[in-house]
């Protein structure tokens, strides 16, 4: 997609792309848990998709946070709100990224900003290491509410297990990078 105008404003850099139909999956502007709770919001519609509809937005999800590992980024702050769906042509694309960081690094507050669906244990440690493992939950996490939570998963079981592994509480339980965990995803679905 052609970029329009990007500039620089206090704090970053700001790009403008053009117009392109679909719907955010959780709009953090709507009305508080709307997004969760109303069965016609976008995210539910989009749940109740096909689950290969699902999963190949999932694959496009990954693939692009295995580019950005692969220029040595983590996520932060990626949740659903970052997904626009166009249900006509079953496209996602991947919008209002606030921020990825150089990684590892050294969380300096008591928590990360973001939504608490989808940030890892350690983003709400002082002093805890930012890396990888960190975005391989998010990655998880982002399976997870898109294809159902425990007891209600629509994906495979192979592909609820690399779920189960890339949200492991303990860093060192999950996957050791995005490009290992998206391996693992892929070949879960063969």
Do not use: K
Not at 7 to 17: E, N
Not at 104 to 133: C, H, K, N
Not at 157 to 171: K, L, Y
Request: charged residues 25%.
């Amino acid at each position: 997609m052609p970029l329009r105008h990007a500039f620089d404003v206090p704090g970053g850099r700001a790009v403008v792309y053009p117009w392109v139909p679909g719907e955010v999956l959780n709009d953090p502007l709507g009305p508080g848990g709307r997004a969760h709770a109303a069965s016609d919001s976008a995210l539910n519609r989009f749940r109740g998709r096909p689950v290969g509809s699902i999963e190949r937005v999932l694959d496009t999800v990954i693939d692009a946070h295995v580019t950005v590992a692969e220029q040595g980024f983590v996520a932060v702050d990626f949740y659903d709100g970052c997904l626009m769906y166009d249900a006509a042509n079953e496209q996602v694309r991947l919008v209002d990224l606030d921020e990825y960081r150089p990684a590892p690094y050294v969380l300096e507050s008591d928590r990360q900003y973001g939504s608490r669906r989808f940030m890892a244990p350690e983003e709400f440690v002082r002093g805890a290491t930012i890396d990888e493992r960190t975005t391989v939950y998010t990655l998880g996490r982002t399976a997870r509410v898109l294809l159902g939570d425990a007891g209600h998963w629509r994906g495979s079981a192979a592909s609820e297990q690399v779920v189960d592994r890339a949200t492991a509480d303990d860093p060192a339980a999950r996957f050791d990078s995005v490009d290992v965990f998206a391996a693992a995803w892929f070949a879960s679905r063969v």
